[in-house]
């Protein structure tokens, strides 16, 4: 095992080794997909605003007139009057199938209630909720002239006066029509105000008898589950006054400060300042919580205990190395539909999507991830196939091409986050070993470009600097936390590989096979390997002390588990001939040969310290993918779909069956 590095770099290489694994997933999952015809990409269309114009059922002719009102129980509720009004004000039909108005720069969106939505209860009134891309009852079809949810179960009347939702199957309200005039507004698939997602940001509070989870909200949190709306574009993490219909966001005062509480104020969808004291972005930690760092790169805190147990505020990375009175966190977990929105910018930026465009539906098993609604095992995965295929062998042709990947270093300590240089290779060779088993490339490279003697990171950051600075992200904010000992960490760092993995290969799910410690424990985990299905494909990180100066290192290899054994696919092996890179490859069928494989460092061996396997473990379905695409998504071809640039709403496509509902 050649170029290891000294302890206080393994992380680096850690990192690294957890996206070089995500990238390998990508590709060889996007083998067994669907293939997809070339279709032609539309952009939703220019607004063409106006007030809702309907025709009652005794022929008058009235307009939606959106209202705030202490007596709704909802704060809001829809009325229709005469179209002079002065509240008649314009709505947008956009490509979501949402009637979105712009209310003092805010967009608010008509809203079945749940009692009607989810509850399947007969009625009740229709009102005004910030638009947002993952509710369900936002979503309205029109059907000879009527608005009816997407599945046809609830649709809109009146009763003269207000509007309501109305089960399919209740009697005694008025059905009213769209007004012929408003045909051309219809039909015009509008480009939406806004791109927010209604989500649930928590901590968790673990005590002698158990966990209690608390929700964020204004300058508390909660045991009940409050919703906070996420816009992409801005950063805003807000909550939602239903009396005024108006956004308040959180902001951080920290600035170049070592820390400040946080504050809550006014907010509109209003393209920000530059100075954007509102803006959060979230970092992934693990598969399901994130970090929230501020403009500053400032992160999101609460104490768990004192008198101000729970007020968020907001630190600087230095102070968090003290900060450790009151047992504050920074870590938050999100609800599903957050966790598969971000998975799909990801996904964008990495150019790993599966459609362009959309197709405009959703699976029945990706619907129930766009609510609070936790995924089971069924929902987020396809198949525990192995990835590669079970007669697959490394040809001459494999033989040198992962020769060319692992050459392609320069002896620097270069990576981006944990993602040195030997994680790097890792995760081309499992990439492109799955993009295309039976064809291996020749030059270029999945992530980076080949070139013997030079740094994989040179190409990489030209070619994606986003997924280059989302991983740097994850690893600027771990370099903070201290951990108790070296077990900690490298438990730690497991933790950081599934953050950089799902960043990387965001349509995968990853799995741990097994991590050790001991002989016996290491020695189960490499067993554990020569055990799983012929194609299986893993990732190595290991840490091994130098027994000449007793120094700890850390390294990260591929590995595939073939008809003929384990192979072990070296990594940052600058100075190795092709002959002996060859004479590394050969599958070993023993847990001594895998040993053997992970500690030979030149001409001597390194004592293995600590051990743990990763693993691709399925597909992982994202249902924004059914329903979002952004202009010019044709990306690097099949499963290689995105534009590499952060959504907003002025790029969004059209949908193949048109407007993008579920």
């Known amino acids: 095992m050649n170029h290891f590095l000294f302890f206080r770099n393994f992380i680096a290489q850690f990192f690294t080794l957890s996206l070089f694994y995500a990238l390998f997933l990508n590709t060889a999952f996007a083998q067994s997909s669907s293939q997809i015809s070339p279709q032609v990409q539309k952009l939703a269309q220019t607004p063409k605003d106006t007030p809702i114009k309907i025709t009652t059922q005794d022929n008058y002719t009235l307009c939606y007139i959106p209202t705030f009102s202490a007596g ?206 509102a803006f959060f972005k979230p970092v992934p930690l693990d598969d399901k919580h994130y970090a929230f760092l501020d403009q ?29 009175a009151n047992s504050p966190t920074s870590n938050f977990e999100t609800d599903a539909a957050m966790r598969e929105w971000m998975r799909f910018i990801y996904a964008n930026i990495g150019k790993n999507l599966h459609n362009c465009p959309a197709p405009g539906y959703s699976t029945q098993q990706n619907k129930a991830l766009l609510s609070f609604a936790e995924p089971t095992n069924e929902q987020n995965q396809s198949s525990l196939n192995p990835p590669l295929p079970r007669d697959f062998v490394l040809s001459e042709a494999w033989v ?68 280059h600075d989302t991983l740097a992200d994850i690893f600027t904010y771990y370099e903070q936390i201290p951990v108790a000992d070296i077990f900690a960490a490298f438990r730690r760092e497991g933790d950081r590989a599934i953050a950089s993995s799902i960043s990387m290969l965001p349509q995968y799910n990853w799995s741990i096979l097994g991590d050790g410690y001991t002989v016996r424990d290491m020695t189960d985990v490499m067993q554990a390997m020569l055990d799983r299905p012929v194609g299986s494909v893993f990732f190595m990180a290991v840490w091994a002390r130098n027994p000449h100066n007793n120094r700890l290192s850390g390294h990260a290899v591929p590995a595939l588990r073939l008809n003929e054994g384990v192979v072990i696919m070296p990594t940052n092996t600058r100075f190795s001939t092709l002959d002996s890179y060859r004479s590394r490859l ?77």
């Open 400 to 467: 040198r091409r992962l020769y060319d990947i692992g050459t392609t270093a320069d002896g620097s300590l270069d990576s981006s986050g944990i993602c040195g240089i030997c994680l790097l290779h890792t995760y081309q060779m499992i990439a492109e070993l799955l993009e295309n088993p039976y064809q291996p490339r020749s030059q270029g490279g999945y992530f980076f470009d080949t070139y013997r003697g030079r740094s994989p990171f040179e190409s990489f950051r030209a070619r994606n600097r986003l997924l």
């Open 296 to 324: 500053d790169g400032n992160v999101l805190r609460v104490t768990r205990y004192g008198i101000h147990w729970g007020v968020p505020y907001s630190a600087n990375k230095e102070y968090i190395k003290t900060d450790t």
């Open 72 to 277: 709704s129980a909802y704060g809001s509720y829809i009325g229709i009057l005469n179209c002079a009004d002065s509240n008649a004000r314009s709505a947008r039909y956009d490509v979501f199938g949402r009637l979105a108005y712009n209310i003092n720069d805010t967009w608010l969106c008509i809203t079945a209630p749940d009692s009607v939505a989810v509850q399947r209860r007969g009625k009740d009134y229709l009102y005004l909720s910030p638009c947002v891309i993952n509710l369900k009852s936002q979503q309205w079809k029109i059907k000879e002239g009527v608005f009816y949810s997407s599945d046809e179960s609830y649709s809109i009347k009146d009763d003269g006066s207000f509007l309501y939702a109305v089960n399919r199957l209740e009697g005694g309200l008025y059905t009213h029509k769209l007004h012929p005039s408003m045909q051309e507004w219809a039909k015009t698939i509008a480009t939406p105000g806004n791109l927010s997602l209604v989500t649930a940001i928590s901590w968790t509070l673990t005590h002698k008898d158990g966990q209690e989870r608390y929700f964020l909200t204004n300058n508390q949190s909660l045991k009940n589950t409050t919703p906070l709306y996420y816009n992409v574009t801005s950063g805003h993490i807000a909550t939602y006054d239903s009396l005024s219909g108006t956004l308040s966001c959180m902001y951080s005062n920290t600035g170049k400060q070592q820390w400040d509480w946080i504050t809550w104020g006014l907010c509109t969808d209003l393209k920000p300042p530059k100075n954007n004291r």
């Open 586 to 662: 050969i599958p070993v069928q023993n847990t001594a040969g895998i040993l053997e494989r992970i500690t030979r460092y030149g001409g001597s061996y390194l004592r293995l310290t600590s051990l743990r396997v990763f693993e691709i473990s399925s597909v992982h379905h994202n249902p924004f993918e059914e329903l979002i695409s952004l202009s010019n998504c044709t990306g690097d071809g099949e499963d290689r779909r995105g534009n590499a640039l952060i959504p907003l709403p002025e790029l969004l496509n059209q949908c193949i069956s048109g407007r993008c509902e579920w």
